[in-house]
């Protein structure tokens, strides 16, 4: 179940559909794996775990928001007002992702950023400007530090590939784009592995943040997410599905 039929939102943060839309892509990522015989079947149970909490928490919030949009108290309202004229509202924590296919730091806990939504900017490949998930599209995309990406295993990357990760490297900010050299246009990319103290970024299909890593830590990063995907080499491969995987 997806969308309204899985969860009816009050509009009062105008998540609903937006929510019908994540459960979607969450969806299609995984089926597109496991119907390519990629991963095994067991990937789509994630997807509750991933969705149902998320989903619960924006209509939680939506509701408290809907409780003070219609108060009928007339100095609350007052107040609600107030705070709106100044500017001084509270903007409700957006939820994140708190398990499912997501890095895992040595507690067994997602690591830090781990289920958050990935930035969204503008880069020039090959002299091109376009969004960011314009250039990846509905894969995986391993965003790394210039000639970072070069130091994994060959294996690795291949399996990587297989399940459909697109490498980016971010060319130094005087650089040329080439080819997945991309550069950052809107300077969104490289503050973003600045504050996660990281050379590399894994981002899933739906834009959600799969983990991290510093440069000695890439392939671990690589390899766990190979085994969150139980992924295999030797599992019969079928061809990608044109209407799931465009
Ligand atoms: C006032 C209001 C404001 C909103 N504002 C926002 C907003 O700002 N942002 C936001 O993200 N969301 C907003 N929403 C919510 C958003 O409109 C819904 O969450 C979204 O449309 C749900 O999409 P859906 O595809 O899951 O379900 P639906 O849009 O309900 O689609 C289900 C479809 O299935 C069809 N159907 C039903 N039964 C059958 C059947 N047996 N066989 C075949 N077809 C069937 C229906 O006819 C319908 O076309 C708002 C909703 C309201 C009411």
Redesign the pocket.
Known sequence: M?????H??P?Y?????????R?AANLTWKFDLVLRGLTDTSLLDTYESERRPHAQQNMLDSRSLGVVANTSNPVKAAVRDLLFKFHLTPKPKFPVLADGVLARAVDGKPMRQAGSLAPQGRITVDGRTMRFDEHVGFNFALVTNAEVADELPADLRAALQAVGVRFVELAPPSGVSQGDHVLDVDGVYAPFLKSLDADVVLMRPDFVVYGHADRAGLSHLAESLLQQLQYTSTRAQHPAISVLCP
């Open positions: 997806a969308g309204d039929a899985a009816t939102n509009p943060l105008g998540q609903g559909a937006c929510s019908g839309v459960d």
